[in-house]
Each structure stands twice: as structure tokens, then as C-alpha cells.
């Protein structure tokens, strides 16, 4: 999987440092801490993922490369039962048979999820998603990544 933009993109000479802890600020109005891309970083690694940025990247927009951050977990996706009845209701051609033999699996019953985001808004709206989707899972939040780190 991946997350792009087509923002003014990476500089050369931040790369090597990009999922370093207490980063400065890529944009131009200094937003953030420095701790997103290190948290994603440290999380996937602990999945024995990997999470990269595709230096070769090009957003097509004239003067604005974009990014884009390659996360690798080396698992094959899943779909929870809730999205697979939504899917099939919505598209009688996919079977469970054709879902398994596109590599999804079904999500786990139980699974702990720590979803951090500054934003409450994005926060609140994320928790009642994965709450309607995932009823059997332990979902907690926090704001900021320090506070992540603490939980």
C-alpha cells in the first residue's frame, strides 16, 4: 500500500532522515512535530514490515513532484466481515471465492488498535468507524504521538 500527494515533494538532502525522530518540518508553515513518520516507522517494524519513500515518485504536476511513502507488511490484505457483506450485497459477482483468490482474508476477531491523530474531528470519525466495522476490537486513541508513546 502506499500514501502520495502532490506536494512540493521530499528535499535530497532530508531523505536519508526522513523516519528519524524530532524531524524538522518539510512544509512551509513548520507544521507537525517530527514524530509521524517515526511512529509509522516504529509500528511497522514491530509488524516486521517495511515503510520507505519511492524516491523515483513523480506526481505529474508541473513543479509539484508529490511524494509518495511505500508501506510494505508483507501479509496479504484483509477485509472485515462487516466491508465483505457490504461488498457482496453491493456485487453479487464476488464470491467469498473470489475474495479469497484475490489474497483477502478475513480480519482477526480480536485485535488491540491505537489510532493517533492531532485532529479530534479525524480522531472522533475514525473510532466510530472502526467501532461499526469492528465491534469485537479494543480501539483507544490519543493526540499526540508522546501521547501514543505513553498508552
Known amino acids: 500500500m502506499f500514501v502520495e500527494d502532490s506536494g512540493p515533494g521530499v528535499p535530497i538532502e532530508k531523505r536519508n532522515n526522513l523516519f528519524c525522530r524530532f524531524q524538522e518540518s518539510l512544509d512551509s508553515m513548520a507544521q507537525g512535530t517530527g514524530v509521524g513518520l517515526n511512529l509509522c516507522k516504529s509500528l511497522i517494524d514491530l509488524m516486521q514490515g517495511d515503510i520507505w519513500l519511492d524516491e523515483s515518485f513523480d506526481s505529474g504536476i508541473k513543479g509539484r513532484p508529490g511524494s509518495r511513502i511505500v508501506i510494505d507488511l508483507k501479509k496479504s490484505p484483509t477485509l472485515s466481515d462487516a466491508m465483505e457483506s457490504s461488498m457482496l450485497m453491493r456485487t453479487s459477482a464476488l464470491s467469498e ?4 483468490e484475490e489474497g483477502w482474508a478475513p480480519l ?8 493517533v491523530d492531532d485532529d479530534r474531528i479525524l480522531r472522533k470519525l475514525g473510532m466510530r ?23
Request: charged share 15%; proline share 6%; hydrophobic share 45%.
Open 97 to 100: 471465492d473470489v475474495l479469497l
Open 129 to 151: 468507524t472502526l467501532a461499526k466495522l469492528t465491534p469485537s476490537w479494543n480501539v483507544r486513541e490519543a493526540s499526540t504521538g508522546e501521547t501514543a508513546l505513553q498508552l
Open 108 to 115: 482477526p476477531t480480536s485485535l488491540n488498535i491505537l489510532f
